[in-house]
């Protein structure tokens, strides 16, 4: 293995063996697998020699072009291809985001992993197990139809003692037979899938073994440390780097709009940056987190319709009570503990790269154009990577490495401190949501009109019944603003669009119950005839320990429901408020989601845990504040993440739904969170916050009327 836990050219060649019936693996061979594609999965390898290799000891390694972004992937994975592939779980080896080992992957994001690779992995290993039987079947001279595969063995039906292992007719090299349409297994035949697995990443973490790309380091590595503009827009008008002379061993590098100072030690890199001089024009400077929202909705796009049925006209003629509210989120940073890191080595004509990253085959893309390498001439290693929820597909920083490797001619390693991680974040839009419906005399909802403004139109669309609606999307994350919208980048961040929609929709819901003085559960079981939702709302009710009463109550409960890419969720909460300071605390949660098939029960639970607590953030303090395209949020002093003492008790109801295929896991539990607090702050308090995060002042300031 490599330094960075990696298979080396030499030592993967080796363990792929030699010639036969089976053929030698090279890395050539992989790269020109591109133009054989499955069907209906576009972009991935149709041979299953790509994702998976048998050594000569039985061990299985598997290839995936998905990085471990500290979602359990690298264990859910090993599991699908332990299960089709009839081999034991601890003999899988992971292999993630190598660009030259691995197949080509569109990325680690939208809760693909399991979704829509996995299907990919499983028909893979069920097509190798099947050559493996037909194989064992010529080696042992018995029917395929009397053996059987288990445990990387396969044995006679009735005597085991007649057997031949994976790994004796495979001896490290790669299977050229193939057959088509091989079925993969039902649940009823799991027994890898669907049971909890200890995770692979977890002896390493708790060590501290784990290693991210700022932890690897090659001999005479320089640090570089980058000038950067002081705010979005800025343009360079002069620089003085004089002084930089000032340390020895610094050396100051200038390629058209990089300016970089790189030394040997990366205390004295940063003592050399600060003694650079450098002058900016700044633009006009006249937005900020207040006034944004005005901003947004006069400067968004046309709006476009997403659906619609019934008359709304003649809803609003039905309807006894009118409610029409506007909704407001703050941009949000992504904010990794693992910063945007790389380091960048060229040798022989080729560059590697380790970087923190969401899409190393982008970016092998984007690095191969900045250095003008032909793409078989750049390789993307992604070790460990330490968080990233939307927000590390771009790769800034790799780019920015490769141009100085090659200026220099050493490895070159960027790693970004927690200002640069904040100023280059694509953060997840502010946007505003307006909503108009009305209540029937009997309680009904008579007309739902609804109009979110550049978060996305992800789950606009209620779920719940209604005669009369209309839902309209003005702009999003995708790059479909006008220039000059937001005064920085934006993207995806985690459940891209249904935290905005569902804060609102779920607030909007319960201000109509509470009309109707009707208990908030009840209402929505009252409106949904979906048994999935209805199933996963009771579900969390049971969990919870739910009592019907109407809002506010002053328990301080909340129930909250959403969909996303195909799951179901629905959140309980209970809070109390400090009116004194305005601080609100989470006491316990009860989340109910219904994913299909589960694959690893402990990792959806802890994904489910892990999303529960970034939630508390975004609802409660998380907010990026600004001055035109100056990002005032320089680190976690002004930007307050949860903390382990805010931590809730937290159940969580996996819904045993195995035939239904597996959908997203690691995002759905998140979108609940600011409308199950925004509505469990009313229940406790009477009060209505409109605006994410519902921080202490804002808060304060509703207490006080």
Request: charged share 20%; proline share 7%.
């Amino acid at each position: 293995m490599n330094g960075d836990g990696h298979l080396s050219r030499r030592e993967f060649l080796a363990l792929a063996g030699a010639s036969g019936l089976f053929v030698l693996f090279d890395l050539e061979r992989l790269l020109a697998q591109e133009p054989a594609r499955l069907p209906g999965r576009p972009g991935y390898p149709a041979d299953f020699n790509a994702y998976l290799r048998i050594a000569e000891n039985g061990r299985t390694t598997c290839f995936v072009g998905k990085v471990e972004l500290g979602q359990g992937s690298m264990t859910s994975l090993a599991q699908l291809l332990a299960e089709e592939l009839d081999v034991p779980l601890d003999s899988v080896e992971m292999v993630m985001g190598d660009t030259d080992l691995c197949p080509w992957d569109m990325g680690t994001f939208g809760s693909l992993s399991i979704r829509q690779f996995g299907p990919v992995l499983r028909a893979a290993a069920a097509e190798a197990r099947a050559v493996l039987l037909q194989l064992g079947a010529e080696h042992l001279q018995i029917p395929p139809d009397r053996l059987q595969a288990k445990d990387g063995v396969i044995s006679k039906v009735g005597d085991p003692a007649v057997c031949v292992t994976y790994g004796q007719l495979v001896q490290g090299k790669r299977i050229e037979r193939h057959i088509e349409k091989i079925p993969v297994k039902t649940p009823r035949e799991f027994t890898v899938v669907g049971r909890p697995a200890a995770r692979k990443d977890a002896l390493d973490k708790v060590t501290g073994r784990a290693r991210y790309a700022g932890d690897i380091a090659l001999p005479g590595t320089l640090h570089a440390r980058i000038v950067r503009p002081p705010v979005h827009g800025a343009t360079l008008k002069d620089v003085d780097s004089s002084a930089v002379a000032n340390v020895p061993g610094a050396t100051v590098i200038r390629d058209g709009d990089l300016i970089a100072v790189l030394h040997e030690r990366p205390d004295l890199a940063d003592r050399a940056l600060a003694l650079v001089k450098a002058r900016f024009d700044r633009p006009a400077q006249e937005l900020d987190e207040a006034s944004i929202f005005d901003h947004l909705v006069k400067n968004a796009p046309p709006a476009q319709m997403l659906g619609a049925n019934g008359n709304l006209e003649e809803g609003e003629k039905s309807a006894a009570a009118v409610f029409d509210h506007t909704y407001l989120n703050s941009y949000v940073a992504h904010a990794p503990m693992e910063t945007h890191s790389a380091l960048a080595r060229i040798e022989n004509g080729k560059a590697t790269v380790w970087a923190s990253t969401q899409t190393p085959f982008g970016i092998k893309t984007q690095v191969a154009q900045a250095l003008g390498f032909p793409p078989e001439k750049v390789r993307i290693n992604t070790p460990y990577v330490g968080g990233g929820f939307g927000g590390k597909s771009a790769s800034r920083q790799a780019i920015e490495a490769a141009r100085l490797a090659k200026i220099t001619g050493k490895p070159v390693q960027v790693v970004w401190d927690r200002a640069e991680e904040f100023f280059y974040d694509t953060f997840r839009p502010a946007a505003v949501v307006k909503i108009r419906s009305g209540l029937t005399s009997a309680g009904k909802i008579a007309f739902w009109d609804f109009k979110v403004i550049c978060a996305g139109e992800r789950e606009a669309i209620p779920f719940y019944d209604i005669p009369n609606q209309r839902t309209a999307s003005a702009g999003g994350w995708q790059g479909d603003q006008p220039p000059g919208l937001h005064p920085f980048a934006v993207g995806p961040w985690r459940a891209p669009s249904v935290n905005t929609s569902t804060f609102a929709r779920e607030s909007q819901i319960d201000i109509m119950a509470a009309r109707a003085k009707a208990d908030p559960l009840e209402f929505r079981l009252n409106h949904l005839s979906d048994p999935r939702m209805v199933r996963v709302l009771k579900a969390a009710a049971e969990a919870f320990g739910w009592t019907p009463k109407a809002a506010p109550s002053g328990r301080g409960f909340g129930v909250a429901c959403a969909t996303y890419i195909g799951t179901y969720v629905a959140t309980l909460a209970e809070v109390t408020v400090d009116r004194a300071t305005g601080r609100v605390r989470v006491g316990r949660v009860a989340c109910a989601q219904d994913m299909g098939l589960v694959v690893n029960p402990d990792g959806s639970r802890q994904q489910t845990e892990g999303a529960i607590t970034m939630g508390l953030g975004y609802a409660l303090t998380e907010e990026v504040r600004f001055r035109g395209g100056e990002v005032l949020t320089r680190n976690f002093d002004n930007y307050e993440i949860p903390r382990f003492s805010w931590l809730p008790a937290i159940k969580t109801v996996l819904i045993d739904n195995p035939e239904t295929p597996a959908s997203g896991c690691g995002e759905p539990p998140i979108v609940c969170m600011g409308a199950v607090i925004a509505n469990a702050l009313h229940d406790a308090t009477g009060v209505r916050l409109f605006q994410l995060p519902m921080t202490p002042d804002r808060l304060k300031s509703a207490l006080a009327g």
